[in-house]
């Protein structure tokens, strides 16, 4: 039996997350209910995103990983890596939240999990 959150739940819960402290989330693209992979597109206040996802490690585990980050000279790859994901796998959820203290919520909401 798979003991993970349900992707729909942690999704939701994530947005609250970011929404309890002022800031803002919302989903790009909504996957498979209970199973789909979790993207999260975090955007800084320049508007520039850092792609996580969590990877599975050698203990068994799974941590979030910085897979990609957005450049201000070139912002369209970024979004065509996440089009290109999209159509390789159309259950994986992607979820923007947008947040003051990237760095403090991702070591509080990110590290952890």
Sequence with gaps: M????P???EVSGLI???QATGDFGMVLH????DGGTILIVILDNQGLGRLFE?????????KWIEVKAQVSENKS????YLSRRIRQDP???IV???VAKVEQFICENLSSR
Excluded: C, I, N
Excluded at 30 to 33: D, I, L, N, Q, S
Excluded at 54 to 62: A, C, E, I, Y
């Design 2 to 5: 798979d003991s993970r959150l």
């Design 91 to 93: 259950d994986v959820w």
């Design 54 to 62: 969590r990877m599975p490690q050698l203990d068994g585990s799974r």
């Design 7 to 9: 992707a729909h739940l």
């Design 96 to 98: 923007e939240l947008t």
């Design 30 to 33: 909504k996957g498979e209910r």
């Design 16 to 18: 609250r997350t970011a």
């Design 77 to 80: 790859e970024f979004e065509d």
